[in-house]
């Protein structure tokens, strides 16, 4: 039997919960203020993905996510398989808990449903009783919001998951378990006559994976660490989701905190142990290299990165810093994708601009290369690849005050309120550039360009940098001072990225 390599998806694809329905495997995660949110990945065999789509088109409300809010939005969510509908729940820190569905996972889904409003209320869970026919959740709480945390939340909840039955009772309180703080994400499950609630604790970078089991959905229940670091380089190793294949093996995804690179997500083999109680790992341990599940052999397949925008259409992969407006792209009769260069106040600061297109920064050595040509005649826009979190650099062209347009190298540490240079600008006389990243070790970024005189180096090397939550992006943007009249355009074609 062959093997695979931890991990499995090698970026950013946080907080992950896995279905399986019949032979399929489908994954979402987190996707916090990005739109469309809600990703769905498939595989056949938990090895290899492709994103095949989202389930959410925009952000709600969209008074809250007009601009970037790159911390909040769709926190954790849970993906299910009941009644013959796929259903995905999350929590905003801010607003409460949704949920949608679908018959298909391509849709159409539903529009979001507010299950149960409220602030802090974080990673739900449902669950459908095979054995009884109720329905549970379960939810975690985010002490920003909340002011408590590290206790889990279950509700009886009406089966068509519409409403929630009681005012909810606390059934975990880890502040009563030695050594247990921060247990969060729970994933809610009903084997061999117990309830079971999957949960790490500990923190994102330093904690463990935690199993709990009780008769009874609401407890008492006790708990056992199942999956932790031990002398591996896998911290963490943080939440995720178990599932069964059809042919009765157990597995368990979970991600691991990589600084700029974000959470990554491992497969885990799993068993149940003579005592009842599940083994992930190498007996608790997280692996490496590890023979792969019993399923149909697939051919290596990934989340799709390249993109020659065909018809000004950008791929699954894009998703805007906010809910998009009509406009800012462009559909037309050739390839290449044309950003309208949005008059904004906040130009000068890309951590602050809803219309860049972005995608996960990769997770190994790679290049990223994108040609740019500027076409808005406005003094000051500007257009560029960009590497964007806490800290951001970008490279690109800027049309100037006499008309010119030059190549332009800007970034900005994680304090500064403007953009400055990270090299003196340069002509590019025909308004048009080929821009390279090299992503190196550590999320180091080295830039380059070509205006027409053969690509060359800018600027000093670039340490990437995550947001809270969220690890670094590429982008791909098109922005100009604020002021009257009407937005000019920038195209980009053939973006590619290529293993270093």
Not at 297 to 313: K, V
Not at 371 to 394: K, M, S, Y
Request: glycine share 12%; net charge negative.
């Amino acid at each position: 039997m062959t093997t695979y390599t931890n991990p499995v998806l090698n970026a950013d694809w946080s907080d992950p919960d896995v279905v399986c329905v019949g032979d399929d495997f489908y994954l979402t995660a987190s996707s916090f203020g990005r739109t469309p949110g809600l990703p769905l990945l498939h595989s056949r065999d938990l090895v290899n993905w492709t994103l095949v789509g989202h389930a959410l088109d925009r952000l709600t409300p969209a008074a809250e996510f007009g601009r970037p809010r790159h911390d909040r939005g769709v926190w954790a969510p849970s993906i299910r398989h009941h009644d013959d509908r796929f259903w995905i729940f999350w929590g905003d820190p801010d607003q409460g808990i949704f949920q949608v569905n679908a018959p298909q996972i391509r849709g159409p889904w539903t529009r979001p449903h507010l299950l149960k409003e409220g602030r802090g209320l974080i990673d739900p869970c449902p669950l459908w009783d095979p054995e009884t026919g109720e329905a549970y959740l379960v939810h975690a709480w985010a002490k920003s919001r909340a002011g408590v945390k590290n206790r889990l939340t279950g509700h009886r909840m009406h089966p068509d998951g519409t409403s929630l039955l009681d005012d909810g009772k606390v059934i975990v309180d880890a502040d009563r378990i030695p050594g247990w703080f921060t247990l969060e994400g729970p994933k809610l499950y009903r084997h061999d006559g117990w309830f079971w609630i999957l949960a790490p604790a500990g923190g994102v970078e330093t904690g463990w994976q935690g199993a709990l089991r009780s008769r009874d959905f609401f407890g008492p229940y006790e708990e056992r660490i199942v999956l932790e670091q031990k002398d591996t380089d896998v911290n963490g190793p943080h939440q995720g989701g178990w599932v069964r294949t059809p042919a009765g093996e157990d597995w368990f995804l979970h991600f691991q905190q990589r600084g700029a690179y974000g959470r990554v997500v491992h497969l885990q083999p799993m068993r149940w142990g003579n005592d009842g109680w599940p083994v992930l790992g190498d007996d608790g341990a997280p692996v490496l290299v590890h023979d792969r599940p019993r399923l149909p052999a697939q051919p290596p397949a990934a989340p799709a990165t390249d993109d020659d925008f065909p018809g000004g259409r950008f791929g699954r992969q894009w998703q805007w810093t906010a809910d998009p407006q009509d406009g800012w792209a462009t559909q037309h009769s050739g390839d290449g994708l044309r950003l309208a260069c949005v008059r904004d106040l906040d130009a000068h600061d890309l951590r602050r601009l809803p219309n860049v297109l972005t995608q996960r920064l990769p997770g190994m050595p790679s290049a990223v290369e994108v040609t740019l040509q500027l076409h808005d005649a406005e003094p000051g826009a500007r257009a560029g690849l960009a590497v964007l979190g806490d800290a951001f650099a970008w490279i690109g062209l800027q049309r100037d005050a006499d008309g010119t347009v030059r190549l332009v190298h800007r970034f900005a540490e994680p304090v500064a309120e403007a953009e400055r240079d990270a090299a003196r600008s340069r002509p590019a006389p025909h308004g048009r550039a080929r821009l390279r990243i090299e992503i190196g070790a550590g999320a180091r970024c080295r830039f380059l360009a070509d205006p027409g005189d053969g690509l060359s180096p800018s600027g000093p090397v670039f340490a990437a940098t995550p947001w809270r939550w969220v690890g670094a992006l590429l982008g791909l943007f098109a922005a100009a001072p604020d002021g009257p009249g009407r937005a000019g355009a920038a195209t980009f074609t053939r973006f590619r990225i290529t293993p270093l």
